[in-house]
């Protein structure tokens, strides 16, 4: 990505001969073998569907208990709901399982454009980026989720629930899949700051706008309109909004020392 970097002095930059159509090309095949990926972990989780959807049941099956509706079930109106179901909590399994594959994959498209030294980051990257990943999806499913299904069961408390498998499903796959590309955020910011973007003074600077945008994020994809699940939500984007200006901080004034030396 020779267009996002500053003037090279030497030939690391293995991007920097690229053309377009070859880019496109080497985009093509990182989307292919990520999908690989994504299609393995699908048939692995496909194998323990089942086990999965116990899991995932479990803070419904706990609101319900909490709220004196103990022995509830989620219900289905296609006799096909329970299979197609089940084909996507393995796709959204799946996906957590094969996402250090997959932003592997990422860092291999990308890392053209960087400095020799910086792709020897390439295990941090999958490690760090992946591992964000996975910890947005379980404290969605540990803390967000519980407590979201919490506030509106025990609203709906004078109602009968009938709960389809879509509807929830739905429901858990926004929260879980929200939180856990929201806690990316780091990660996005250190690629912006590397090539330039983006720097710490500029991070601080446009603070009360950033909380703005967090908590516009948060108030889309909380699932209640009650002040303390939204805040939920919104706290560990506010954390990692100010990790990420330690991480610009960081790495913009490390790429700038490179560029000029």
Excluded at 198 to 222: E, K, S
Aim: charged share 15%; glycine share 6%.
């Amino acid at each position: 990505m020779p267009f996002l970097r500053p003037p090279e002095t030497d030939s690391e930059a293995l991007g920097a001969s690229m053309s377009f159509l070859e880019h496109l090309e080497e985009l093509r095949k990182r989307i292919f073998w990520a999908l690989i990926g994504v299609v393995i972990g699908f048939l692995v989780c496909f194998k323990f569907a089942d086990q999965i959807y116990g899991v995932m049941e479990r803070p419904l099956k706990q609101a319900f208990a909490a709220n004196g509706m103990a022995g509830q079930k989620l219900t289905y109106l296609n006799p096909i709901d329970p299979f197609n179901l089940y084909v996507k909590l393995a796709i959204i399994g799946g996906l957590f399982l094969a996402s250090p594959w997959v932003l592997y994959q990422l860092w291999l498209f990308i890392s053209p454009g960087l400095y020799k030294r910086e792709r020897r980051f390439v295990i941090p990257f999958v490690l760090c980026t992946s591992g964000l990943f996975m910890a947005g999806g379980y404290f969605a499913f540990r803390f967000a989720f519980p407590l979201a299904l919490n506030f509106l069961v025990g609203f709906a408390h004078r109602f009968q629930p009938m709960v389809t498998i879509d509807e929830y499903f739905d429901l858990f796959a926004t929260v879980v899949l929200g939180l856990g590309l929201v806690f990316e955020l780091p990660t996005l910011i250190f690629f912006l700051s590397v090539f330039g973007l983006v720097n710490a003074r500029f991070l601080i600077r446009n603070f009360r706008y950033a909380v703005l945008i967090i908590f516009v994020i948060a108030a889309a994809i909380t699932p209640t309109a009650d002040i303390t699940t939204m805040l939920v939500f919104a706290s560990p984007m506010l954390l990692l909004y100010v990790v990420s200006i330690g991480i610009a901080f960081i790495f913009g004034k490390d790429r700038k020392l490179r560029a000029s030396s």
